[in-house]
């Protein structure tokens, strides 16, 4: 067994445990900090923020961490004693959440005791129509019960991180052949509140500029054509005619109603809350309540199946099995996570070369679609419930949370459109004719690249040279440029990507 306590050092820095110990440790006691970062050279590693924390401080760290972890072990023996107890950990009613009840950090500890938890039959898990509990190939859009919990399948690199090779999942398949399944390697989930609040400002301003050409030309009785650039990324164009009638034929790596979806490998989902829900729906079988709302006036049985009661759509027995409170809790902690971050080499000699391989990421390519840094102008996010009118969560994504954070030009290394990667990385399936090509596919971000191996949507690359290599489409001229470098200067640019890490982690065994 171990504990992960982090020193980080930007803003607030703060403490924190892995999942295994306890989701309560994650805003408490200070430490200033970064650590292991020397990959070679003679001097010590810097302090950014004066002198280390002395043993003391972190000793005292450590034991409130188990101390949490025996606070955590005790509420398990309490589950065994009395059913249903470990699920009170993750349960808010949006109701409360409207009232005020909850702050900002107990919504935050309720929604990581929902990511850490092992989903079981008395929670809902599963569903009558599917009666395999576990199953890699899933069936259709109903899922694939293929895991217990959200950590289970991103953890690698640190507590919120990617998935192995061995947890991809095996989506809209026949329940059966893998062969007829698409493939998706679990992407980290830190960092996701700048990611979300970047595509909402994005997709404001395109929709800002779809609205005033459609008055102009309504105005002026003429059709406007009108370039759609948002923090300076392309999407194409759109003709609005005089009549307010749009023509989206040369929109660019969007859907035709201009939302920016950063969500997913095909950048089809717009925000975490509707991520959380269908990741529960499809990897557990467990439905939201707002799902089953939307099922009683419009069902969906191909999605939620048959069962007799709206409330209880795939008729296992249990209603209700993710609150609504529970879902804008899970989406306020995922928000509030870290952000990665660059780390370059200590060593002097490294240091030269990350800086050269940082000019060479320019020089190929990369940058154009990895856009280095996107500029967020509120830090502010504002979480609001599906079902009622109450005032949202808002959370200030500079200031609240775990640490390190992104600054107010988040260095994402992504442009949040989707593009055309070529026959090589095109998924085997074709898609229903409203759905996204099977080549098209979201420009990554990169930052926290490092830590997230293996690499594309499919973690078919090992490596990230090999990542880089297999682009094609409309990567294929930067894959072409990185291809003909010599291999120094290919070398020095794997060392720039290696520095998009994320705040390295004190390890204790117990």
Known sequence: MWIDVALDHVLQPGMRVDRLISARARTIAPAAALLLLAVGGEDSVPWPDGDPPADAEIAAQIDDAIGLFELERAEEYLEALEKGEDAEHFFVLQEDIDEGFWSLDQLFIRGDALFGHEFRADDGFGDEDVPVAMQRVHQGRRGGRDAFSCAACHSLGGADGAGSGPQNAHLRGDGSKLSSTVVRNPPAAIGLGFVQALAREMTLELQLLRDDAVAQAQQSDQSVVVALQTKEVDFGTLTVAPDGSLDTSEVRGIDADLVVKPFGWKGNVATLRRSIEDAALVHFGIQSHVLALGHQQQPDPERLGTGPDWFDPD???????????????????????????????????????????????????????????????????????????????VINLLTDGEHPKAGARVQLFSDLRRHDMGPELSDDHEQPADAIAPATFLTRPLWGLAESPPYLHDGRATTIVEAIIAHGGEAEASRDAFVTLPPEDQADLHVFLLSLSRAPRLRVPL
Do not use: K
Not at 339 to 354: E, S, V
Not at 383 to 388: F, K
């Open 315 to 393: 008729g296992d027995g249990h209603a209700r099995e993710l609150e609504e409170g529970t879902l804008t809790a899970t989406a306020v902690y995922l928000a509030m996570l870290e952000a990665p971050q660059i780390i370059p080499p200590h060593d002097p000699g490294l240091r030269d070369r990350w800086a050269h391989g940082s000019a060479l990421f320019d020089v190929v390519g990369c940058a154009q679609c990895h856009v280095r840094q996107l500029p967020l102008l509120s830090p502010i996010w504002r979480e609001r419930s599906d079902t009622t009118n109450a005032e949202p969560v």
